[in-house]
């Protein structure tokens, strides 16, 4: 019984919620980056948010993270260390999400509004991210990283956002339930 109980107290407090987002779309058809364009014009980008949330940067209507991207292009995955993630307060901003890779040169940024994808305010968030929506004004732009300025920019179509649990954090879950039901059959072979 002690090994169960120090094993679920070992678990709980590692337990983490680790979500993969998944922003897809097309860009349209004007766009002049086309190193950013997959054929068709499709695009994909991936990060992970793990929760608790810790913000790196806090204002009123907006929190964000800096997590990894991989953004696919022609079917190959392409790592972007340098990148953020901003969550807007819904009155604010729409909701949703803006997800934005830089690099000494030049930078890119997708505008995912939809839902407030949290809840509680902006210095402790608490995920609430909805399985999938789709944004029907999502918007790109390329800039130029030193200065700042707005190369060009546009719409995207067809734009979706997906959020799915990773398998580590099911597998940790699944782990932890097991341990309860192993302490509660334990308990009943003893009575």
């Not at 079917?75 to 604010?92: I, L």
């Not at 890779?101 to 997708?110: A, D, E, K, L, S």
Request: hydrophobic share 45%; net charge negative.
């Amino acid at each position: 019984m002690r090994l169960y109980t120090l094993m679920l107290l070992i678990a709980l407090p590692a337990a983490a919620d680790v979500f993969t987002v998944q922003l897809t779309g097309q860009f349209s058809s004007d766009v002049p980056v086309t190193s950013f364009s997959s054929p068709n014009l499709q695009f994909a980008l991936t990060f992970s948010v793990t929760e608790p949330v810790i913000p790196t940067n806090l204002l009123a209507n907006q929190w964000d993270i800096e997590s990894p991207i991989t953004y696919v292009l022609s079917n190959v995955p392409v790592a972007v260390p340098n990148s953020q993630e901003t969550f807007w307060v819904s009155p604010a901003n729409g909701g949703g999400v803006t997800a934005l890779m830089r690099t000494p040169v030049y930078g890119i940024r997708f505008d995912f509004p939809g839902p407030q994808l949290f809840t509680g305010p902006t210095t402790a968030p608490l995920l609430a991210l909805p399985s999938s929506f789709e944004s029907g004004a999502a918007g790109w732009g390329y800039f130029d990283t030193p200065s700042g300025n707005i190369l060009s920019n546009g719409q995207l179509f067809q734009a979706r956002f997906e959020a799915t649990p990773e398998p580590g954090s099911l597998i940790l879950m699944g782990t932890v339930l097991a341990g309860l039901v192993g302490l509660n059959i334990k308990a009943l072979l003893k009575r």
